[in-house]
Nanobody, 121 residues
Framework: QVQLVESGGGLVQAGGSLRLSCAAS????????MGWYRQAPGKQRALVAR???????SYAESVKGRFTISRDNAKNTVSLQMNSLKPEDTAVYYC???????????????WGQGTQVTVSS
């Protein structure tokens, strides 16, 4: 089986920074896209940032210039550096990865358990 484990959430004041990390492990044949979504209370889960295997990135308009996504293909990890945080960034952040598992030989999206980010004003 495949697991995604996140770390790095917490409480920070507005204007501060946090770094989220996510590691994929298990019976992984290959990983294509990796990224981060977030879900605020009462809202739908929404894409924050995405990165392809070759490093092409895309961001939600609301985080451009403040957040940076990166990945380490050798370690199967993806990170999100979040700077100049705002109260509206408060949400549960989920990492995802599009993975071909050795056991299934099919591509599927896998999700982490979520990590809370709270930005106080």
């Amino acid at each position: 089986q495949v697991q995604l484990v996140e770390s790095g959430g917490g409480l920070v004041q507005a204007g501060g920074s946090l770094r989220l990390s996510c590691a994929a492990s298990g019976s992984i044949l290959s990983i294509s896209d990796m990224g981060w979504y977030r879900q605020a209370p009462g809202k739908q889960r929404a894409l924050v940032a995405r990165i392809t295997r070759v490093g092409s990135t895309s961001y939600a308009e609301s985080v451009k210039g403040r957040f940076t996504i990166s990945r380490d293909n050798a370690k199967n990890t993806v990170s999100l550096q979040m700077n100049s945080l705002k109260p509206e960034d408060t949400a549960v952040y989920y990492c995802y990865a599009r993975i071909v598992a050795i056991t299934t030989m099919t591509v599927s999206d896998y999700w982490g358990q979520g990590t809370q980010v709270t930005v106080s004003s």
